[in-house]
T-cell receptor, first 118, second 114 residues
Framework: NAGVTQTPKFQVLKTGQSMTLQCAQD?????MSWYRQDPGMGLRLIHYSVGAGITDQGEVPNGYNVSRSTTEDFPLRLLSAAPSQTSVYFCASSYILCLAGCNTGELFFGEGSRLTVL | GQQLNQSPQSMFIQEGEDVSMNCTSSSIFNTWLWYKQDPGEGPVLLIALYKAGELTSNGRLTAQFGITRKDSFLNISASIPSDVGIYFC??????????????FGKGTHLIIQP
């Protein structure tokens, strides 16, 4: 079972370069999200999506773009990398269950992408 | 936004000891989750709690959803070397896991000496 797959696992960039972190899930989850993890800060939400064509900002969205053209994929783009974006990035997904209302379930995380910006 | 205070920040214990960590919040949550992150990996869900007062076990792990809905604790009994890692609590205003409403604690680093 692949689950949530992130690529690349490691990346070094120079300030001002752009790049895309890829995330794919094979669980048919509607909800997908990106977090960054920094020492002493825990996990902070960057962007999230509740379905194809729908994205929204989290706690720390500045400097990042996302798109959701398919249910499976949720890439994170850094348009002009800065040293402050040095971090470990996690993609996560969850199902959405609608009965009386719609609720998300528990998050499933990828293995992380370690980004260093020089 | 919501804030969670997770403590302790780190624990350095002997193998075989019991471990206890907790999370508190100034606001109520409707779901509490506990995750473990192994070195170089993503967090993995350990226990999910959905009701105030709920006590749930998963092997040597036991977690409780505080009756005030503002706190949760995680206990690990008879620790073993593979328990090493970072443990995160997470609370959500939403029921059923509430992935789109999660707030994470800053983590408890557990280090075990053989």
């Amino acid at each position: 079972n692949a689950g949530v797959t992130q690529t690349p696992k490691f990346q070094v960039l120079k300030t001002g370069q752009s790049m895309t972190l890829q995330c794919a899930q094979d669980m048919n989850h509607e909800y997908m999200s990106w977090y960054r993890q920094d020492p002493g800060m825990g996990l902070r939400l960057i962007h999230y999506s509740v379905g194809a064509g729908i994205t929204d900002q989290g706690e720390v969205p500045n400097g990042y773009n996302v798109s959701r053209s398919t249910t499976e994929d949720f890439p994170l783009r850094l348009l002009s990398a800065a040293p402050s974006q040095t971090s470990v990035y996690f993609c996560a997904s969850s199902y959405i269950l609608c009965l009386a209302g719609c609720n998300t379930g528990e998050l499933f995380f990828g293995e992380g992408s370690r980004l260093t910006v020089l | 936004g919501q804030q969670l205070n997770q403590s302790p920040q780190s624990m350095f214990i002997q193998e075989g000891e019991d471990v206890s960590m907790n999370c508190t919040s100034s606001s109520i949550f409707n779901t509490w989750l506990w995750y473990k992150q192994d070195p170089g990996e993503g967090p993995v869900l350990l226990i999910a709690l959905y009701k105030a007062g709920e006590l749930t076990s998963n092997g040597r792990l036991t977690a409780q959803f505080g009756i005030t809905r503002k706190d949760s604790f995680l206990n690990i009994s008879a620790s073993i070397p593979s328990d090493v890692g970072i443990y995160f609590c997470a609370g959500s205003l939403l029921p059923g896991g509430g992935a789109d409403g999660l707030t994470f604690g800053k983590g408890t680093h557990l280090i075990i000496q053989p």
